[in-house]
């Protein structure tokens, strides 16, 4: 069982549409969840950061946490062609330094 | 400033060459790590700084050898490499191995040939 687990895409939305990434992952113990963006062929971008149930909102990014049931997700509203990208889930267990990376959504928006 | 900085950013070597990738950053962190991204592949996480110290080596081979000479400083020293070595080779570092909110670099292009 892939402890981080992402549908690979791509996921194709019109330019403008909300797109909407998910992630799901099997420790329990899990506690700091992040959300990466990488352009191809460049490092991976920090974008989201959450810790806690619910919603954090940055701009045009709103991630959401769900800890009982063991997901975590990523919308993206007004999507703009700039935002296509892989967009990487990692997480990690409290007190524990190694960081789990899933293996991306590539997300395409289409003008 | 959530900068890291890689050096250099595309190296091609030899297999019976020896060379190094250098990582800085100054955001006061007290980890930092060295990752490996094949193509269309996650990062793979390879070692872990806490405090200057190794602590963790996810089994890597020999032949990549990590050195922390200050809280500032990375180096990975590669020697007698492979073709299949061939990757992005990403540096991060986090505030501490319990804050592990990571900022990467915009790493090196390594190609053995």
């Known amino acids: 069982q892939k402890e981080v687990e992402q549908n690979s895409g791509p996921l194709s939305v019109p330019e403008g549409a909300i797109a909407s990434l998910n992630c799901t992952y099997s420790?329990?113990?899990?506690?700091?969840f992040f959300w990466y963006r990488q352009y191809s062929g460049k490092s991976p971008e920090l974008i989201m950061s959450?810790?806690?149930?619910g919603d954090k909102e940055d701009g045009r990014f709103t991630a959401q946490l769900n800890k009982a049931s063991q997901y975590v997700s990523l919308l993206i509203r007004d999507s703009q062609p700039s935002d296509s990208a892989t967009y990487l889930c990692?997480?990690?267990?409290?007190?524990?330094?190694?960081?789990?990376f899933g293996t991306g959504t590539k997300l395409q928006v289409i003008p | 400033d959530t900068e890291v900085t890689q050096t250099p950013k595309h190296l091609v070597m030899g297999m019976t060459n020896k060379k190094s990738l250098k990582c800085e950053q100054h955001m006061g962190h007290r980890a930092m790590y060295w990752y490996k991204q094949k193509a269309k592949k996650p990062p793979e996480l390879m070692f872990v700084?806490?405090?200057?110290?190794?602590?963790i080596n996810e089994s890597v081979p020999s032949r990549f050898s990590p050195e922390c000479p200050n809280s500032s400083l990375l180096n990975l020293h590669l020697h007698a490499l492979q073709p299949e070595d061939s990757a992005l080779y990403l540096c991060?570092?986090?505030?501490?191995?319990?804050?592990?909110?990571?900022?990467f670099g915009q790493g090196t292009r390594l190609t053995v040939v």
């Open positions: 990692a997480v990690n267990v409290y007190g524990y330094q190694k960081v789990t």
């Open positions: 700084y806490s405090y200057e110290k190794l602590s």
């Open positions: 420790d329990r113990g899990s506690q700091s």
């Open positions: 959450i810790y806690s149930n």
């Open positions: 991060a570092s986090s505030q501490d191995r319990v804050n592990t909110e990571a900022f």
